[in-house]
């Protein structure tokens, strides 16, 4: 057993550092900070695999810090010395303040670089040279090719959140950025999932990394309470303004599987006098962002976001998260459900699943490895679904065979959606969630 730092007091930082954590009220490091701060300090190249919510950004961000002012050095025009590599604007956006704030007392440069703004700004920001930049891949290449941004002079180089990047296709720009690296850097590898592209591509980037593996991702939070509610596509929205009426849930994010099924979402809770705001890929950086903020702020309870929208949303108190459509890939569960039951605190995860998302429902149960409760004490619980999560392989597959005969033939576009379900799940009352 690791002899980990109990507290950032006994991390070998530098004093304004220290401080900084201090003011912030940071006192006890979470896993991966204690066990990557002081290998990222001896200037070890790190592969973590880690979910979100695990402090992971200062667990990089704090040793980055240390190294800039203990080994000082001056960026020259259009340079910088560290780069991070994020998927999405708002992660972006969270990480920049992130630095801003461990480094308040350092005499530091950092700029953001993202798209779906104007690149003005962040050119001039960028031009006498920083010592950190985080950004996007897809506007960091707009300014490299443009002659803004040179990397020839990196000292650090991460790459944050390295699966998402694979699902959004930016595996082609990252590997165009990698090579305009120089060959001597310390390199940072962020994942919370390892596939075998991103085994892949983090062994073509890192030299004798230390692995550090915190809350695998088939893990969930203890103090995630995880409720299913079996419903007819069609009751959804309606199960959804039932459940919402409920003033326990203060802080609500509702997943929606599409942009368009988000707008939709929030368009029915407007006209049943339920504010709520849609946070996805189609707003504009300013729309997304002002709803984050209306969020943060308490002046909307119920944000509704699509996956790719939502990483990287890092909100303290968020007291329920609601599943209206289960996502296809069962890592995006813990993810999602990932946004409750932060810092301590606990949280309800509540999904809602009709009969073609039973497939998804048995892969989430496998993966967590554990049966999630069915909650029927609700106006809209379904028996046609649940007849079908309980039916035999076989006798699902005799019965979608005869509907696709009745149909004049063909398989199903989507193969999840007519795999037979599975799982059983306790049925019990919905639980209530404890705050601080």
Known sequence: MKNLPKTFAELNLIEPLKLALSEAGYITPTPIQAEAIPSLLEGKDLLGCAQTGTGKTAAFALPILHRLITIPNKAAPRHARVLVLTPTRELAIQVHESFVTYGKNLNLKYAVVFGGVGQSPQVKAISPGVDVIVATPGRLMDLIEQGFIKLSALEVFVLDEADRMLDMGFIHDIKKVIKL????????????????????????????????????????????SQQVMLVDRENKRPLLKHVLEDKDLKRVIVFSRTKHGANKIVEYLGKNDIIAEAIHGNKSQSARQKALENFRAGKIRVLVATDIAARGIDIDDISHVINYDLPNESESYVHRIGRTARAGASGIAISFCDADEKAFLKDIEKLIGKSIPVIDNQPFHSVKVVEARMMSASKAKAII??????????????????????????????????HK
Request: glycine letters at 12%; charged letters at 25%.
């Open 181 to 224: 690296l120089p060959a001597k850097r310390h390199n940072l590898f962020f994942s919370a999932t390892m596939p075998p592209e991103i085994e892949r591509l983090a062994n073509s980037i890192l030299v004798k990394p230390v692995r550090i593996e915190v809350t695998p991702v088939s893990s969930t939070a203890e103090l995630i």
């Open 401 to 434: 065979d005869g509907e696709n005969t009745l149909r004049g033939g063909g398989r199903s576009r989507n193969p999840h959606a007519r795999r037979p379900g599975g799982g059983g799940g306790n049925r019990n009352k919905p639980a209530q969630a404890k």
